[in-house]
């Protein structure tokens, strides 16, 4: 009878354990996962004091590449410092109509891409709610590469560490423009 105890209470000990940990690991998925999508009616929306628009949705087609396409989106962020410091961050990520999700790329390049494309020829850096002031909207580029034929139907999603995992969902549907090389 006192082996059946002890192993009770092994038993006991792996159950509280392992729910400490399940916890903890769901708790630190939810922040990473968006499953409360707000959708914005239009080109803007707001999230947890903060208001986004989408300010450009543009897209390039290599004529030599026709199936990827560069994508650039420019948001504007605008609201109060206390509730940008309650994001912590900025992810904006593009999602097609097959689930299928596309993050900004972050390389070498992306600056001088985004320059080309952009319709002004700079690039605002980043999603960065640091710098969000409520006088005046701050600028941001993102700038994905995806399969041009999943340009009819996109959603452009934002979200933060401190919003997570709820998120903003934007339609998308960019102004496409096909570049011939030595163009």
Request: aromatic share 6%.
């Amino acid at each position: 009878m006192k082996h059946l105890a002890w192993l009770a209470l092994t038993l006991a000990l792996f159950a509280a354990t392992l729910l400490l940990t399940e916890w903890s690991d769901t708790r630190d998925l939810s922040h990473q996962r968006e499953w409360d999508i707000a959708r914005a009616d239009g080109a803007e929306g707001e999230l947890d004091g903060l208001r986004f628009s989408v300010r450009e949705a543009r897209a390039v087609v290599v004529a030599s590449k026709p199936d990827r396409a560069l994508v650039l989106v420019r948001l504007a962020v605008q609201g109060s410092p206390k509730a940008a410091s309650q994001w912590i961050d900025c992810r904006a990520s593009l999602r097609g109509k097959g689930g299928e999700t596309w993050l900004p790329l972050y390389t070498a390049s992306s600056s001088g891409a985004i320059r080309l494309i952009a319709p002004d020829g700079k690039d605002n850096g980043t999603c960065l709610v640091s710098g969000v002031s409520e006088t005046g909207p701050t600028l941001s580029d993102h700038l994905y590469r995806l399969p041009s034929a999943d340009l009819d139907d996109l959603t452009l999603r934002v979200s933060g560490y401190g919003t997570r995992p709820s998120a903003l969902a934007f339609p998308i549907r960019p102004t496409v423009r096909t570049i011939k090389p030595g163009q």
